[in-house]
């Protein structure tokens, strides 16, 4: 069985990371796996980047093409949002020629290829959403838009009143190329990323199925508190708060002010914050409690003795298709505080392996830390949370999903 995932990069944070992890985990398990890319950031030879220079040319090209229908709306939101339009892509011309089994497509923007290039396409596709891209009329964080279900038009995120603005020529030109692909199986990270697919308009003739990221619980697993303090020297007798992301502070997705907020109701007198993914800013937060700003994190192990150096992990996003943070932070034995929604709900649960807020109550968020943080039973809250993550995501029991996926899918 030959397998070939496609994602826009291999190693880099988010989805091209998660991708990279199964991909490694289906190679362990025996399958022959390739990973295709646009941007290849590591030696692995398992992973096939851009060869010649032209390539490389249009590869970088597609990134600064591709928003520039976009930059037409002037009340646009500043988020990411993808027509994927560029026409000249050598990337479904690559797959072909690598002839796999089947083809799981991740996160395929930038620029990477048109949306009709999918039906080109010659083997058997699964899609592994990442984000809400795939259903929506070019959004990849829809939060309280629901015109996905039909057919989207008067964009919040373009800032537009028009029904047949870019977000509904977007869905159309999906609309059109997705009626071609009955047989693709779609595949949300989380059940409720599952749910809004099988809401969508768009995939309705498709096979809609749950399966999450997986985690490699080696790579992921406790470390003594007090060493892991010492590599980061970070004081011995506090409790401490992480919170981390990509574009940490920046992102307003990732609920760094609800945190802010919360931290007003937090006692100050034994807690500091850490803070990853995110150097120290221009203009700082006025938080009572001292914060470490430690910057990106470019390795497991430096997250994994991060995650074990604190004492709660804090995941306020407003949205998260899975949740890769929590689940590594759980892996390593420490308990999450985030809001009960979205991708979350599957990983977090209520008091047993960490806190579920209100959405999107930073009182309650507050709530979540201190109950953490002073929490009786804590070592069972850290057990309970590692548990989890080795009978739910580890990267055996996912990749065994996903070959038992793959096996139904060629034998049908």
């Known amino acids: 069985m030959k397998i070939l995932s496609v994602c826009n990069s291999d190693i880099a944070p988010g989805a091209p990371q998660a991708t990279y992890r199964l991909h490694k985990a289906l190679l362990v398990a025996g ?8 941007f290849k950031s590591s030696d692995d030879f398992t992973v096939i980047g851009p060869i010649t220079r032209i390539q490389k ?4 090209l597609g990134i600064h093409l591709d928003p520039l229908p ?6 646009r939101k500043r988020q990411l949002f993808s027509p994927s339009w560029v026409p000249f892509s050598t990337i479904v011309n690559r797959i072909n020629t690598i002839s796999p089994d089947l083809v799981h497509l991740h996160w395929i923007n930038g620029g ?5 290039d999918i039906v080109k396409i010659k083997a058997p596709i699964v899609w592994s959403l990442h984000d809400n891209w795939g259903f929506t009329g070019g959004c990849h964080v829809m939060w309280e838009c629901e015109k996905y279900k039909d057919a989207c038009g008067a964009c919040p995120r373009l800032g537009s009143s028009k029904e047949n603005d870019l977000s509904r020529s977007i869905f159309n030109r999906k609309r059109k190329t997705f009626s071609k692909l009955k047989n693709m199986t779609v595949i949300g990270l989380s059940n409720w990323l599952a749910n809004c697919a099988k809401e969508s308009s768009l995939f309705k003739n498709n096979h809609v199925i749950c399966l999450p990221n997986p985690i490699n619980t080696k790579n992921f697993a406790p470390l003594d508190k007090i060493e892991a303090r010492k590599l980061f020297n970070l004081p011995e007798d506090k409790k401490l708060v992480l919170f981390g992301a990509q574009s940490a502070t920046t992102d307003i997705n990732k609920g760094f002010n609800k945190l802010t907020e919360a931290l007003k109701n937090i006692n100050t007198q034994n807690v500091e914050l850490l803070v990853f993914g995110s150097s120290k800013p221009k203009q700082t937060q006025n938080f009572k409690q001292p914060v470490n700003y430690l910057g990106y994190l470019h390795d497991n192990l430096s997250l994994r003795a991060l995650y074990s150096a604190a004492d709660v992990m804090v995941v ?9 943070t929590a689940s590594e932070s759980m892996a390593c034995g420490t308990p999450v505080v985030a809001f009960g929604a979205t991708g979350l709900l599957d990983i977090v649960d209520h008091q047993i392996n960490g806190y579920l807020a209100k959405p999107f109550d930073s009182n309650d968020l507050a709530q979540g830390i201190n109950w953490v943080l002073n929490a009786e039973n804590y070592s069972e809250l850290c057990k309970n ?17 996903y070959i038992a996926l793959y096996e139904k899918i060629l034998k049908n």
Not at 57 to 60: E, K, S, T
Not at 112 to 116: G, Q, Y
Not at 391 to 401: L, Y
């Open 57 to 60: 040319i249009i590869g970088r």
């Open 316 to 324: 306020p996003s407003i949205q998260e298709a899975f949740g890769q």
């Open 31 to 38: 399958v022959e796996s390739q990973m295709l890319v646009q």
């Open 385 to 401: 949370a590692r548990d989890k993550v080795l009978k739910e995501f580890d990267c055996k029991v996912i990749a065994n999903k």
């Open 112 to 116: 990477m290829m048109r949306i009709e």
């Open 70 to 75: 976009v930059y037409l709306y002037k009340d």
